[in-house]
């Protein structure tokens, strides 16, 4: 059931032993690792058995529940949505939140019981939305994340606040003020990133927010240029924050990269790009574009749930021959690994004085 599919797996498939064996071994850093969309499909059956479907979409949902157990792939984006949906009614308690963040912390972090290729990282920034909901407030939300994430030794795991392009002005500077909040508490909060449905929202109304989160410390990240309906206006807006890393920039014009004058690191995630179909082929892939330019990147799974991907199922996509992977060199791989550790907010100069 955790098996990987789609282009990951044809691209690990195609390796050969000795070259699996060095991407296992090579210190990966995810950093751009949505919580919600990252959970085991074990932990999803096992909520649901706990807490049966009820309601009006009961039957749909257990039929996403049954699609699941059963490795059907999601690669429409309304399955997307409906899953999510479907997973955020299994997480409404401060008891299930916990439950799938240790599962997801353990499914990147701790050797798997087959021990084929695992850790899947060295290093991991989750990311996730405050969510209120009648059990429980933002704040209780991200208490009980952080309080999982902590469990990890400060070297291995970190949390990014993610606000919602969606979000009231009001729900906007609820979730910057508990982020910093947080890290003022000498939580483990490290920084913030823009996501959501990429056609919504007006980011020129997000700036003063963002730019109080880099004010207080906090990394900053984007989605950005995910969307052909991605104005230059909000690329713009966003690059105006400063941000230290951009998620996909897929349609990011050169225009705008040009403006990139701090080089922010571009999270790259390849099977989502491809499975979401913003990216035709690995051939038409933005990926050619950064590598040509020797700008800083990370190799990240974004959703591993959906996109039924991990951290050696992406590399793989770097290390194989084409047409499954990019055919890079070893060394090449393992200077874009490099990279990804360098690109985290926590650096281990960080790590090393809080330890
Ligand atoms: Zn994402």
Redesign the pocket.
């Given at each position: 059931m955790s098996k990987i599919s789609g282009p990951a797996a044809a691209a690990l498939a195609s390796l050969c032993p000795d070259n699996v064996i060095f991407l296992q071994s090579l210190p990966k850093a995810e950093l751009?690792a949505?919580l919600n969309?990252s959970i085991p499909v074990k932990t999803i059956l096992e909520l649901a058995q706990k807490y049966p479907p009820s309601g009006a979409h009961a039957a749909e949902v257990a039929d996403t529940i049954e699609k699941l157990g059963s490795g059907v792939d999601f690669n429409e984006i309304s399955d997307f949505f409906f899953l999510m949906s479907v997973i955020y009614a299994l997480t409404s308690t401060p008891e299930a939140v916990a439950t799938v963040t240790r599962a997801v912390l353990q499914s990147f972090l701790n050797p798997a019981d087959d021990g084929a290729e695992s850790p899947q990282c060295a290093y991991l920034e989750l990311?996730s939305t405050p969510r209120a909901t009648t059990h429980m407030t933002r704040e209780r939300y991200l208490v009980t994340v952080l309080d999982e994430i902590e469990t990890y030794p400060a070297t291995q795991a970190a949390l990014i606040v993610s606000v919602d392009r969606r979000m009231s002005d009001l729900d906007l500077a609820e979730c910057v003020s508990l982020a910093i909040e947080m890290k003022n508490r000498g939580r483990r909060v490290v920084g913030i990133?823009v996501?959501g449905d990429p056609r919504s929202g007006d980011m020129r109304s997000f700036t003063h927010h963002l730019s109080r989160a880099k004010g207080a410390g906090l990394g900053l990240t984007v989605?950005i240029a995910e969307h052909t309906a991605n104005t230059t206006e909000d690329s713009l807006a966003l690059l105006s924050c400063r941000p230290d890393r951009l998620?996909?920039a897929t349609f990011l014009s050169d225009e705008l990269k040009a403006f990139e004058s701090a080089d922010p690191c571009i999270?790259i995630?390849l099977s989502?790009n491809l499975l979401g179909k913003s990216v035709a082929s690995l051939d038409a892939h933005h990926i050619h574009y950064y590598l040509k330019n020797d700008h800083p990147i990370v190799i990240c799974t974004?959703?591993k749930l959906p996109f039924r991907t991990s951290c050696l199922g992406e590399y793989s996509l770097l290390l194989a021959q084409p047409p499954l992977g990019l055919g890079l060199s070893r060394d090449d791989v393992a200077r874009i690994a490099r990279m990804g550790m360098d690109a985290a907010f926590l650096r281990p100069r960080d790590c090393r004085s809080r330890l």
């Open positions: 751009h949505h969309g990311r990133d996501c989605h998620g996909h999270e995630c989502s974004d959703d």
